[in-house]
C-alpha cells in the first residue's frame, strides 16, 4: 500500500523585513536534492513586538527550527534554552534548533565565512586581517577569526559607530591576541603587512549600486586576499577593485552558502550539496 505520510517537517527564517531573504531558495534546493520531500523552509515576516508569540508559535507547530535575521538575532535570545559558545562571544543568534521543545541558538555567519575563506586557500591562523565596520557580522566574523588563531585584527569603524559603544572593543580585548580599533575619518588607508581585507560593512549591497567603502584603494596590493560579506550583487566594486590591483578575492556568496549549508546539517542530520544551493541563489 502507498506510504501516507503528509505530516510536513517546517523550518523558516523570522525577520522583518524579510521579503528578500533569499535563504528559502536555497534550503528547498537543498532539501528536494537530499530526498526530504516533506521537509519545507518559510519566511515569515514577524514583527519586534510578536517575537515572543512567534517562538511559542515555533514550539506549538513543532519546527525544526528558525533562521533569525534583522532585527531579531539579539533580542530572540531570552527565548531560548542554551547557547553555543560562538553565540555566547558573538551575543546575537542567526540559527535556532528545535529538539523537543528544548531550543538552542548558534551563530553561524562567521563559522560561514570561514569555511568561505578556507575553500580559497586562505588559512587565518597567524594572520593580521583588517575588517571594515563594526556591527552584527564584523562581530560574527571577529569571533571566529580570534577563534581561528588570526594573529592582529584591526577593526575599522565610524567615530560614534557600534565600535565606539564599547561591546566589540570589550571583546576583542578579551579574546583577541592583538585587537586594534581605527576610526574611519576619510579613505582608509590599508597597512601593507595586511594578509586579509574584509568589507564587513553593508556599502554595495543591492543590484544597480556602485559604492563601496571608503578605501584608498591604491593601498590595496596583489599580496592581499579580500573578502566582502555582500552577496548581492556577488562581485561588488570593492571586490572588481581588489582584483584591479592584482589581489585575490571571494564574494559573500560564499559565506551566505556555507552559513546556510551548516544550518541544514544541523536540522536535517544531512550533509547538503553546497553546488546545488548555489544554484538555487541564482
Ligand atoms: P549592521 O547594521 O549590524 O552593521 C553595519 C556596520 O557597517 C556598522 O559598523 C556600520 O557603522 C557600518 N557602516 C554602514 N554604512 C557604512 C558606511 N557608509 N561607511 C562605513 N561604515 C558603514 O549590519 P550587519 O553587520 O548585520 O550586516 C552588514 C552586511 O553584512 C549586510 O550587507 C549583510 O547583508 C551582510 N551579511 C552577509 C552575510 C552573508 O552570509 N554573506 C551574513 C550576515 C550579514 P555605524 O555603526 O557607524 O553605522
Not at 62 to 73: A, F, L, Q
Not at 112 to 132: Q, T, Y
Not at 174 to 184: A, L, M, T, Y
Not at 223 to 241: G, H, K, Y
Request: charged fraction near 25%; glycine fraction near 10%; hydrophobic fraction near 40%.
Amino acid at each position: 500500500m502507498k506510504e501516507q505520510n503528509y505530516l510536513d517537517t517546517l523550518v523558516g527564517v523570522f525577520g522583518h523585513p524579510v521579503a528578500e531573504n533569499p535563504t528559502k531558495a536555497i534550503q528547498d534546493a537543498a532539501f528536494a536534492d537530499l530526498g526530504l520531500k516533506r521537509w519545507q523552509y518559510l519566511t515569515i515576516d514577524v514583527l519586534p513586538e510578536d517575537l515572543g508569540d512567534a517562538v511559542r508559535g515555533l514550539k506549538a507547530f513543532g519546527m525544526r527550527g528558525v533562521n533569525c535575521t534583522i532585527p531579531h538575532k539579539i533580542k530572540v535570545i531570552p527565548f531560548l534554552d542554551e547557547l553555543s559558545e560562538a553565540a555566547k562571544l558573538i551575543g546575537a543568534v542567526n540559527t535556532i534548533v528545535n529538539t523537543d521543545g528544548r531550543l538552542f541558538g548558534d551563530n553561524t555567519d562567521g563559522k560561514g565565512f570561514l569555511e568561505s575563506l578556507r575553500e580559497n586557500g586562505v588559512d587565518p591562523k597567524g594572520k593580521k586581517a583588517v575588517v571594515l565596520g563594526a556591527g552584527g557580522a564584523a562581530r560574527a566574523i571577529c569571533v571566529e577569526l580570534c577563534l581561528a588563531g588570526t594573529e592582529d585584527i584591526t577593526v575599522v569603524s565610524r567615530p560614534h559607530g557600534n565600535a565606539q559603544g564599547g561591546s566589540l572593543t570589550d571583546l576583542l580585548a578579551r579574546i583577541c591576541r592583538r585587537p586594534r580599533f581605527v576610526s574611519w575619518e576619510g579613505a582608509y588607508q590599508v597597512p601593507g603587512d595586511t594578509d586579509i581585507l574584509i568589507n564587513a560593512t553593508p556599502v554595495g549591497l543591492y543590484l544597480g549600486t556602485d559604492a563601496m567603502p571608503d578605501v584608498d584603494v591604491r593601498t590595496i596590493r596583489p599580496s592581499m586576499f579580500v573578502q566582502d560579506v555582500i552577496p548581492n550583487p556577488a562581485v561588488t566594486r570593492f571586490l572588481r577593485e581588489a582584483q584591479a590591483r592584482g589581489a585575490r578575492w571571494n564574494t559573500g556568496a560564499g559565506m551566505l552558502i556555507n552559513q546556510a549549508a551548516l544550518n541544514t546539517e544541523m536540522w536535517t542530520g544531512m550533509k547538503p550539496d553546497k553546488a546545488v544551493m548555489l544554484r538555487a541563489l541564482d
